[in-house]
């Protein structure tokens, strides 16, 4: 019983700690992304005040950095579907230290990547015209009505499990936090008091939640993909588009949750409870899902450079050793093969190597989106000349806002909620679930061990 | 929300939308549009806001019509009627433009339209400029060109036109105006021959009656049910009433540790 106390104080301090005050570099770190976005704001602006041609779009290549970038935070929002929903359901234990901070990725991912879309809009009023004049039959309406559905449904993912949490900080941090932060803790608490009636209504909830968010978190990269392989152009002509967008997805998913749980280990002191453990088996997953993206591009690449079907050919100049080749093998050698090296070889399988393989696989992934999206509209499907594409500052400023964006919502989520499950994890604990709170060595007591004391 | 950020947050709201307005066409140009001239965007601009030529002759005269109408009736050497014609008359006449179309046109055939430009006493203007449009709906609304041709010793243009609508299709013809002359449009309507469409709309794939669009509606009714489902959850746990004492939580830890 002691052991148990002990550990939860311990644990409980380490977690809530950062909620209370914040560091120099903390402030820093805000202030620069805070810049940053509002730059990007501005450039916006210019957008909406002078027209799309203030961007390096145009009528032959209609798609550039903000749909990759759209393509590319979707992307990365399976993260928390795949550790918080497919390993609940496994009952897969080790996840429950990082299963929030992967949440986190997924609601704000998707909010970012959601507002590339309006972003790309030269006219954003018009997005209503989807809603008068959109029809069903559309790939397009498809996308509307599952990335909504996702974003909706990834908040109320991370809301739920997140509640007793609050509660906590409510009850905890009282004293010490700000008049912002306690009318948050009283208002999203929803009073919660750890009943049995509550409790058995959480579980519900989550598990409802669990199920259902699987299948839409694979249905809308899904239908991203089928926007492109819904047309006949070369590149985008492809029946494999689907699985290759949802294991893409994944792949930078688990490359994003790497970086952020190094991250957040270091910055606030995690050690204790993010482990070498869980680095490495999401380490082997990331190996798996290298090998697998490796195989569907391999395979794409292959099917269609052996037929070179129409426009093909020029597709596969254009990415092989054309204008776009730096960024095709940059991709496959960055963003593929080095990765995997590291990931494989034991030395460099360590908590350093497998963020450096997760920041490479991250860039490639970018790259990757790019290379989809940019040298297909490229190839002229009549006799005509290429068509370029030379992204100008406007576009560069908001895509460095999105990811400061992306970033400074991180921040401010850590700043207000605990970034570890701390009830899970405890509840681990106390149940005595092996790995599952990934206790320290130099720790606190298992419960057999504090009955003997 | 604390009211103390109601206000900028109302500041950033207004410089969006006026961002946003600023962004689109100012509707004061719009009630300028003299009746003769086509009532659209594409008017002045190639793509809002990149002006056309029009546009650019339109922004240059100060946003008048009136006096884009001056500017453009100053005589040009090249394009001098034939000898024989009226002095170039200090105001500008009236013009009428006589569309002529065949009554019944079968649809998908070639045909020749003809409009005749006549000045208010009825003599022929030659050598004028008439534009030919049919209304079209394709995404957005708005007049398609047919084509543009110059008239004739005898005041008349002529164009050759396809027709592909079903049952009617609208043509006008447009003389946008100088030399001394005013502009003026002139519509009419063809008749159109012929039962079977030049496209036809097929299913591509005959599939079971239960794979159509109304499966999209119901896979997103199930999860939206889940998501309401769900939402009740926490209006439950909202609403729970139920007291934990000290008493309760302690038996609570026992339980535990007797575990």
């Not at chain 1, 976005?37 to 961007?55: D, I, K």
């Not at chain 1, 399988?349 to 497998?354: A, E, F, Q, S, V």
């Amino acid at each position: 019983m002691k052991g148990i106390t002990d550990f939860r104080l311990r644990f409980e301090a380490v977690v809530l700690s950062p909620l209370v005050k914040s560091s120099r570099s903390y402030k820093l770190l805000v202030t620069v992304l805070i810049l940053i976005v509002l730059w990007g704001a501005y450039a916006y602006s210019t957008q909406l005040r002078s027209g799309l041609m203030v961007t390096g779009l145009n009528d032959r290549v209609s798609w550039g950095f903000y749909i990759t970038n759209f393509v590319f935070f979707v992307g990365i929002s399976h993260a928390g579907t795949l550790l918080s929903a497919i390993l609940r359901v496994t009952g897969t234990d080790w996840r429950l230290p990082i299963t929030r901070m992967a949440e986190v990725i997924t609601a704000v991912a998707l909010f970012i990547g959601a507002l590339m879309i309006i972003i790309d809009m030269g006219r954003p009023d018009r997005i209503l015209h989807l809603l008068m004049y959109g029809q069903i039959r559309s790939p397009l309406i498809w996308d509307l009505i599952s990335v909504t559905t996702y974003l909706i449904g990834s908040i109320t993912f991370l809301y739920i499990p997140l509640i007793p949490d609050i509660a906590l900080c409510r009850d905890r941090l009282s004293g010490s936090a700000s008049r912002f932060q306690k009318w948050v803790y009283r208002t999203f608490s929803l009073g919660w008091k750890g009943t049995e009636n509550q409790k058995a209504r959480l579980e519900k909830a989550m598990g409802i939640m669990s199920i259902v968010i699987i299948p839409v978190a694979i249905s809308v990269h899904t239908i991203i993909s089928w926007i492109f392989a819904m047309t006949v152009r070369p590149g985008w002509n492809s029946t494999i588009f689907g699985p290759y967008f949802v294991i893409g997805a994944i792949f930078s998913g688990i490359a994003s949750i790497l970086i952020v749980m190094a991250i957040f280990r270091k910055v606030f002191h995690l050690e204790d409870y993010i482990r070498k453990e869980h680095f490495e088996k999401l380490g082997f997953l990331f190996l798996t899902l290298t090998a697998l993206y490796g195989y569907f591009t391999f395979s794409e690449y292959l099917t269609v450079g052996y037929k070179l079907e129409g426009q093909e050919r020029e597709l596969m100049n254009l990415l092989f050793v054309g204008q776009q080749a730096p960024i095709f093998w940059s991709f496959v050698i960055g963003g593929l093969l080095i990765p995997a090296l590291l990931i494989i070889f034991p030395r460099t399988r360590t908590i350093p190597g497998l963020v450096v393989a997760s920041v490479l696989v991250n860039i490639g992934m970018w790259l990757k989106r790019f290379i989809i999206i940019v040298p297909t509209l490229q190839v002229p499907l009549m006799p005509y000349d290429f068509g370029h594409y030379s992204p100008t500052w406007v576009e560069w400023s908001v895509t460095a806002a999105g990811f400061a964006g992306f970033i400074l919502m991180f921040a401010l989520f850590a700043r207000l909620f605990p970034i570890i499950s701390i009830w899970e994890v405890m509840e681990a604990h106390e149940e005595g679930v092996p790995h599952a709170n990934s206790i320290s060595d130099r720790g606190a007591l298992r419960p057999s061990q504090a009955q003997e004391s | 929300m604390p009211r103390k950020y109601l206000v900028p947050l109302f500041m950033v709201l207004a410089v969006l939308i006026g961002l946003s307005l600023e962004a689109q066409a100012k509707p004061e140009f719009f009630a300028r549009i003299p009746d003769n001239y086509e009532k659209s965007c594409n008017l002045c601009h190639v793509a809002p806001p990149v002006l056309n030529d029009f546009g650019k002759s339109f922004k240059a005269a100060g946003f008048s019509f009136e006096k884009l109408s001056k500017l453009q009736s100053k005589p040009k050497e090249s394009e001098t009627t034939s000898p024989g014609t009226a002095p170039k008359p200090a105001v500008a006449l009236s013009t009428i433009l006589k569309l002529t179309i065949p009554e019944k046109v079968p649809r998908g055939e070639q045909v020749e339209i003809q409009a005749r430009l006549e000045d208010a006493t009825g003599k022929p203007v030659v050598g004028a400029v008439v534009s030919f449009a049919a209304p079209a709906s394709l995404f957005i609304d708005g007049n398609m060109s047919i084509s543009e041709a110059r008239t004739d010793s005898q005041g008349v243009a002529r164009v050759r036109f396809i027709p592909r609508l079903e049952k009617q299709a609208e043509i006008i013809a447009q003389y946008k105006g100088g030399e001394g002359f005013q502009p003026t449009v002139s519509r009419s309507i063809m008749m159109l021959t012929g039962d079977t469409p030049l496209y036809q709309t097929d299913w591509t794939l005959k599939a079971p009656f239960f794979m159509s669009t109304w499966l999209i509606l119901l896979a997103v009714s199930i999860v939206w049910t889940a998501y309401i489902v769900t939402y009740a959850q926490l209006v439950a746990i909202r609403r729970d009433k139920e007291v934990v004492t000290p008493a309760v939580q302690e038996a609570d830890q026992e339980k535990v540790m007797a575990q």
